[in-house]
């Protein structure tokens, strides 16, 4: 049975960032992109499948070819269990282990 998936303010603020980018040139693949990474988050309800993350208690799943890691955690109260999708990613981001980058 797959575990409901929640996108945080950060994560939603990422995409949205990767969409307004992107839409400045191309629009129509500025909407495909947003699409296959909301996509990907939501398939970690049925499989979580990233490695774990440079932050604590994480997990990254990236979206290779697309240059995006989406950072995630399984949330556990009582018997019930979510992905929560912290952030989304660009992997050319400066990105010490144990912290989120900066926001632009």
């Not at 990105?95 to 989120?100: A, D, F, H, L, S």
């Amino acid at each position: 049975m797959a575990r409901p998936v929640v996108w945080s303010v950060d994560a939603y603020r990422d995409t949205l960032a990767i969409l307004r980018h992107i839409a400045e040139d191309d629009p129509d693949t500025a909407e495909r992109i947003v699409d296959i990474i909301e996509d990907a988050g939501h398939r970690l309800g049925e499989r979580s499948t990233g490695r774990p993350g440079r932050v604590a208690g994480t997990f990254e799943k990236s979206l290779a070819p697309l240059p995006w890691i989406l950072c995630y955690s399984i949330q556990t109260d009582a018997d019930h269990e979510s992905v929560l999708i912290l952030r989304v990613i660009h992997t050319a981001r400066n990105w010490p282990g144990g912290t989120w980058p900066e926001s632009d």
